[in-house]
């Protein structure tokens, strides 16, 4: 499929990506002519992975795909997306449950910056089961994540997991 000239943000918290967010940065790759992949740093105290590490990941994980950039961002969506040029935010829908949640945050930002559009990919089927939280609490309990992560992040996680039960 021919890309658009524009660019594109993918937001989230990605703690840590997998393949599903993976799925669709490439996918959406193929329709934008950029995808910027915003991380966002708001969750820092909750998260896993400190920001530049889920940020480090990412990059590692798209390093051979051109048009994909990686950058962290803290304040709202909407306003990173004009920072970088972006007409358009790509969310991922896995099933009903995301849909409510997304379609809050779908209406607020767009009550904030009327510009922007949101765009809601599909996730692959394969992919539909998968999400950061599941993948975080499989690895703690000693559950393998192979094939569900980038291998340099099951790496990590499993190294993250083993220092965190000393
Ligand atoms: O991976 P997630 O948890 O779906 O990502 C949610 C994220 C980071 C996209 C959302 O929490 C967000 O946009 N945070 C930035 C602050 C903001 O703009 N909040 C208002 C959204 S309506």
Do not use: W
């Amino acid at each position: 499929m021919a890309s658009t000239a524009g660019v594109a943000l993918y937001p989230g918290s990605f703690d840590p990506v997998h393949n599903g967010h993976l799925d669709i940065i490439v996918r959406a790759r193929h329709m934008f002519g950029r995808v910027v992949v915003g991380v966002a740093t708001n969750l820092d105290k909750s998260a896993l992975f400190p920001v530049d590490d889920r940020v480090a990941m990412l990059r590692a994980a798209t390093r051979a795909h051109p048009g994909i950039d990686v950058r962290c961002f803290d304040g709202l969506t909407v306003e990173f997306a004009r920072r970088v040029g972006a007409r358009v935010i790509v969310k991922g829908l896995r099933a009903m449950m995301d849909f409510e949640y997304e379609l809050k945050m779908a209406a607020m930002n767009k009550r904030l910056r009327p510009e922007i559009e949101t765009v809601f990919m599909m996730t692959s089927p394969e992919f539909a089961y998968l999400s950061s939280t599941l993948i975080r609490e499989v690895s703690a309990f000693g559950g393998s994540v192979v094939g569900l992560v980038p291998p340099s992040v099951a790496r990590r996680l499993g190294r993250t997991i083993h220092l965190q039960a000393r």
